[in-house]
């Protein structure tokens, strides 16, 4: 199994900067490919981005293409999502997840985290 935990939520002002992190623990080894995702009040959770675990591979959503950024650090099995320019459409919980069933865009994924609160202030 793998464990995933999201950190470095918190409320921010329009135009300012965020960075989460997803630390993965357990049977690591089995991750191939991890995301985000975001699901605002009385919203569908909606795909943010995704990181192919060995080629690097990223995908964005159209809405954050240009202001966020996936990474991953492999030696610490932590996957990142820097997002500079917010705005308080990006309000949501964000949520870590490894190893897509299908495509890297679109649920169902293998693992989920518990999911971090990103509140951006008008």
């Known amino acids: 199994q793998v464990q995933l935990v999201e950190s470095g939520g918190e409320l921010v002002q329009t135009g300012g900067s965020l960075r989460l992190s997803c630390a993965a623990s357990?049977?690591?080894?089995?991750?191939?490919?991890m995301a985000w995702f975001r699901q605002a009040p009385g919203k569908e959770r909606e795909f943010v981005a995704a990181i192919n675990w060995g080629q690097y591979t990223t995908y964005y959503a159209d809405s954050v293409k240009g202001r966020f950024t996936i990474s991953r650090d492999n030696a610490k099995n932590t996957m990142y999502l820097q997002m500079n320019s917010l705005k308080p459409e990006d309000t949501a919980v964000y949520y870590c997840?490894?190893?897509?069933?299908?495509?890297?865009?679109?649920?169902?994924?293998?693992?989920w985290g518990q999911g971090t609160q990103v509140t951006v202030s008008s």
């Open positions: 997840a490894a190893n897509p069933v299908g495509r890297a865009t679109t649920p169902p994924y293998n693992y």
């Open positions: 357990g049977r690591t080894f089995l991750i191939y490919a």
